[in-house]
């Protein structure tokens, strides 16, 4: 009785160690500054430059109003 008990118990717990799935991290973390914005996940990371705002200047109802793009 005590070997079928044992026996019973070892497969319980390899079929709960075997109903577990492990998962990956996919966390993707993204921050915006002044002069860069970047994003790190979990295959690495990338930082770019921001463009330059580019401004011009236009004449509204006779007012000269600057214009950033």
Do not use: D, Q, W
């Not at 430059?49 to 214009?67: D, E, Q, S, T």
């Amino acid at each position: 009785m005590r070997t079928i008990l044992i026996a019973t118990f070892g497969i319980a717990a390899f079929a709960a160690s075997m109903a577990i799935e492990t998962r990956e991290a996919n966390a993707v973390v993204c921050a915006a500054g002044v002069v860069r914005a970047g994003c790190a996940g979990y295959r690495g990371a990338v930082v770019v430059r921001k463009p330059v705002a580019v401004c011009h200047y236009v004449i509204v109802n006779g007012v000269r109003v600057r214009r950033c793009a």
